[in-house]
Nanobody
Framework: QVQLDESGGGLVQAGGSLRLSCAAS????????MGWFRQAPGKEREFLAG?????YYADSVKGRFTMSRDNAKNTVYLQLNSLKPEDTAVYYC??????????????????WGQGTQVTVSS
């Protein structure tokens, strides 16, 4: 059974930072590309960052968010810096069974976590 478990969300003031984690089980982690998405109320799910053989970002978060992975721990991270109220959303990690590709569309991903809430106060 595949599980992706996000953690690290919470309430933070504008300008603050958070580090999200996503622990994977039930997959050969190194054989999967991973991605982070978010969804705010009333909005579509938005791609933020992905990591395979490369790391790539949406323009909206480039320079503020950093994605990394630790294959020994089957975990990916998303460091969120300089947070803004408009970053408030549920943040999801996802996995796709191709370690080399770049995927920025949610329908390309095979597995999803349950999400973690990030709330940024002004």
């Amino acid at each position: 059974q595949v599980q992706l478990d996000e953690s690290g969300g919470g309430l933070v003031q504008a300008g603050g930072s958070l580090r999200l984690s996503c622990a994977a089980s039930g997959i050969t982690f190194s054989s999967y590309a991973m991605g982070w998405f978010r969804q705010a109320p009333g909005k579509e799910r938005e791609f933020l960052a992905g990591i395979s053989w490369t790391t790539y970002y949406a323009d909206s978060v480039k320079g503020r968010f950093t994605m990394s992975r630790d294959n020994a721990k089957n975990t990916v991270y998303l460091q969120l810096n300089s947070l803004k109220p408009e970053d408030t959303a549920v943040y999801y990690c996802a996995a796709v069974g191709d370690p080399s590709g770049e995927y920025d569309i949610d329908t390309e991903y095979d597995y999803w976590g349950q999400g973690t809430q990030v709330t940024v106060s002004s």
